[in-house]
């Protein structure tokens, strides 16, 4: 017949008439590709503080903020999806267990909580003494942030040493399962074809560190150039090579997802293959499996393993990231719209178009995702993120 | 002033996490429904609820009520096994608090509403009376607003 | 009832045995009961059992209702869409039920549901009219799962089974996340666009409690459409249930639907 890319006999598009809408959006891309930027750059702190990474005490400090100001908005665009936003309260108080979405909001703030706590104790230092300089109200804030507290000695400081690092220790396994989870909500949905493979947990968190570490190696070559004081790029340097290393592992995974269902040739793939072929054919083949990735692998590869150096090598790394932040949020795109594209009727597809003003449309989107950066510039003005005044204004000779 | 110990900073924030969590324990007493049926894990009110939807339809016990002479006629009737409102619509249009609103006359449209069941296709089965364009064509001394029930009885319609 | 029966019978047997061989006719009559029980158990057994799994124990809710659609008696009018319309004053663009025509021709199957049905089947396409095999309309709905997804995804616990078989919705409750609406393989639920909230067939739950049929029961023309109760053996629903002729919709889903079908082409998805 003409019409091609259909699935099965089909002779013509039949969606069942209630998938006609796509119930998750714009929002829910965003959701968890926040969520992800949160895990990344929370383990790329984590390098440091626990498994004492020397090269990424610069940055350690200001990953683990930086995972703040994105965590504090992870949840924003779930209340923008939410039709009775007012509600959200309620999977506090009845979290019904069997759900694979109800432990999201236990998991998802004690995760801030541990966050806020970590941030408390490294910084601990600089409020005491913020609070001992300052005058009048400003004094009583850091104060507060102090908890009354207004002394610093070295038993407290070797204390808090201990206990910063036993929560960054636990903030591992806990970033691991806030974002594995999300990829678990997904996975877990048996009447999605394109979502519906136990894969799906661990995708989604190779990705999340993928995003996050990208995300913070772009957020640092910006804050470095707006400084003006030169990079450290050994740091660079190692940056890449971890960049460059987790994608490999979290492109390995998305090809062995995509080989096993099609090798297998089962239900699902009679669904599947004429989505990736039609409507994900831009976003997931030429985009997410194909330039997005490759590029990023052969970029990075190129930085990691030749002798590149300097400005160069820091072109370079910023192409592989923007590529692979890129790459992750089309991923996120391509699992959440596309696996509702699919219309439950197996004999069609949902046509989907994007939306800008909205509720849930792309001005709204665009707008959460600014919110976090402007978040982390509003700390940065209370407290120093970089420690020092300048770490490596001669640029180092590597090899 | 005494030095105050190297722990109190964390003395105290297991303090005002401690706090946090008899406040979010207050909060979920107050905030879990109170009809909460934690077996099944539901509003024990939500079947209330679900029951208190206002009804539409009536079914044909409805309509005995006023129009027992004609529930008499149609129980012998060809279309006996169609209910009322099947094509007079919902009583809720009609009757509202025990007075008539409105008259439950067929649309308009009752030649759609005739055809529409009675139209030939080939998805209905083969044993419901269909008529094809043809057969309403011998019909052609009619012209084609003319409607079906004023020769067929919507009730007993025969041919 | 009849297990018990069989086990008497054991026990006379093991005593008659040690009794006097007079009562070997006895004997004989009791085997002969005892291979009629086992008959009775053979014919009719898998079909109780079939129906236990659904039927209310002795001392839970007194009904358990099911659905079933004779899909060779639906004449695709669209009478129950229209119905559900307006007793549920469902909004525009969705549906709690509609109606699906598959037309099975040599090239492969053509579907369509226009407006859900609600104004009924316009004729078919000429193109598709070719050496049809089979054609039939096929009413859809929420199948009231005895497993079913959407509540296990529920976050809140704002949907649930309501005793009697009903899979509600808790509006009050809902905070239209939409998840459930992911996790139905029938693409029963939608978020309510006016509401916001969650919404799907409820079985007219407000009529069923008030004694009456679901409003898509009572208007259907040909009586495809019938509703019931499985712990009433005597009920149109449990003699069908009981026949074992009926198919269930994507039951490799595992839900465990309890909206039966009766006739359905095996393209029907």
Not at chain 1, 70 to 84: E, R, Y
Not at chain 1, 322 to 329: G, H, K
Request: charged share 20%; with cysteine; proline share 5%.
């Amino acid at each position: 017949m003409e019409q091609l890319g259909l699935p099965g006999d089909t002779l013509v598009n039949y969606i069942f008439p209630n998938n006609a809408h796509v119930t998750w959006s714009i929002m829910i891309v965003i959701y968890p590709y926040i969520t992800g930027l949160v895990a990344g750059a929370f383990v790329l702190s984590s390098m440091y503080h626990v498994f004492g990474v020397k090269e990424f005490k610069p940055i350690a400090n200001f990953a683990l903020v930086a995972a703040f100001s994105f965590g504090m908005f992870a949840a924003v665009p779930l209340l923008f999806h939410l039709g009775q936003p007012q509600r959200f309260y309620q999977i506090y108080m009845t979290p019904h267990t069997t759900s694979a979405m109800s432990i999201f909001g236990y998991v998802y703030s004690s995760y801030l909580v541990l966050l806020m706590i970590e941030i408390w104790v490294i910084y601990r230092k600089v409020f005491i003494e913020k609070a001992n300089e300052a005058t009048g109200r400003m004094r009583n804030f850091w104060w507060v942030l102090c908890l009354g507290i207004t002394t610093y000695n070295p038993e407290s400081a070797k204390f808090d040493k201990q206990f910063a690092k036993f929560l960054a220790g636990i903030g591992i396994p806990w970033a691991c399962l806030l974002h594995g989870y999300v990829g678990f909500v997904f996975g877990s949905v048996k009447a999605v074809a394109w979502w519906a493979t136990p894969l799906q947990p661990f995708i989604f968190l190779s990705s999340a560190i993928v995003s996050g570490v990208a995300m913070m190696f772009m957020m640092y070559s910006f804050i470095m150039w707006r400084r003006g004081r030169g990079y450290d790029y050994v740091m660079v340097k190692k940056f890449i090579i971890t960049l460059w290393m987790a994608f490999i592992l979290d492109y390995a995974l998305e090809v062995l997802e995509i080989t096993f269902v099609s090798y297998e040739q089962g239900a699902h793939w009679a669904v599947i293959k004429p989505l990736l072929l039609g409507p994900l054919y831009e976003s997931y083949v030429l985009g997410q499996m194909g330039f997005l990735s490759l590029g990023p692998i052969l970029v990075l590869g190129i930085a990691s393993l030749l002798d590149i150096k300097d400005k160069a090598l820091l072109y370079l790394g910023n192409l592989g990231s923007l590529m692979l932040v890129l790459q992750v949020l089309v991923m996120r795109f391509n699992v959440v719209v596309g696996g509702q594209l699919i219309s439950k009727s197996e004999r069609g597809f949902v046509d989907y178009e994007f939306e800008f003003f909205a509720k849930e449309g792309l001005l709204t989107a665009t707008t959460i995702f600014i919110m976090p950066f402007v978040t982390y510039y509003i700390i940065s003005r209370f407290i120093p993120i970089f420690e020092g005044k300048s770490i490596d204004t001669e640029p180092k000779r590597l090899h | 002033m005494k030095e105050p110990s190297p722990k109190a900073h964390f003395v105290r924030l297991a303090g005002v996490l401690g706090v946090a969590f008899v406040v979010f324990l207050t909060l979920k007493a107050i905030l879990v429904p109170s009809s909460w049926d934690y077996d099944n894990w539901y509003r024990g009110d939500a079947l209330e609820l679900n029951a208190s939807y206002e009804l539409a339809y009536g079914g044909n016990d409805s309509c005995v009520a006023c129009h027992q002479d004609t529930m008499d006629e149609f129980s012998q009737a060809k279309h006996q096994q169609l209910s009322c409102e099947s094509c007079h619509g919902a009583l809720a249009d009609h009757v509202k608090d025990g007075v008539k609103i409105a008259d439950a006359h067929m649309d308009d449209e009752s030649r759609w509403q005739c055809l529409n069941c009675h139209e030939a296709r080939v998805n209905k089965p083969k044993d419901f009376p269909q008529f094809d364009k043809i057969t309403i064509n011998e019909h052609k001394e009619l012209d084609d607003e003319m409607l079906c029930i004023a020769c067929h009885s919507p009730h007993d319609p025969t041919p | 009832m009849p297990e018990i029966e069989t086990h008497d019978t054991k026990n006379l047997i093991i005593k008659e045995r040690s009794t006097e061989p007079d009562s070997r006719r006895e004997f004989l009559q009791h085997l002969l009961a005892g291979t009629a029980t086992a008959t009775v158990l053979m014919v009719f057994g898998p079909g109780v059992n079939a129906r236990s799994k659904y039927t209310n124990p002795a001392d839970g809710p007194e009904h358990q209702y099911a659905y079933v659609i004779d899909i060779n008696k639906c004449i695709g009018c669209g009478n129950c869409v229209r119905a559900c319309k307006r007793e549920n004053s469902v909004p525009e663009d969705y549906f709690r039920t509609w109606v699906e025509r598959y037309v099975v021709n040599a090239d492969g199957v053509y579907v369509d549901s226009p407006k859900g049905a609600l104004e009924g089947f316009e004729k078919l396409n000429k193109r598709f009219r070719e050496n049809i095999k089979i054609s039939r309309t096929v009413p859809k709905m929420c199948n009231h799962c005895h497993n079913p997804p959407c509540i296990q995804v529920c976050p809140v616990g704002a949907t649930f089974k309501a005793p009697e078989g009903f899979v509600l919705v808790d509006e009050d409750y809902c905070m239209g996340c939409g998840y459930c609406v992911q996790a139905c393989p029938y693409a029963a639920r939608f978020i309510n666009p006016v509401e916001h909230k969650s919404d799907k067939c409820t079985w007219c739950y407000h009529r069923v409690q008030k004694g009456l049929l679901p409003a898509c029961v009572t208007v259907c023309p040909q009586k495809a459409r019938l509703f019931g109760d499985l712990n009433d053996a005597e009920s149109e629903v449990s003699k069908i249930f009981e026949a074992d002729q009926w198919m269930v919709l994507k039951p490799e889903m595992h839900t465990d639907p309890t909206c039966f079908y009766i006739g359905m082409p095996r393209e029907v998805v």
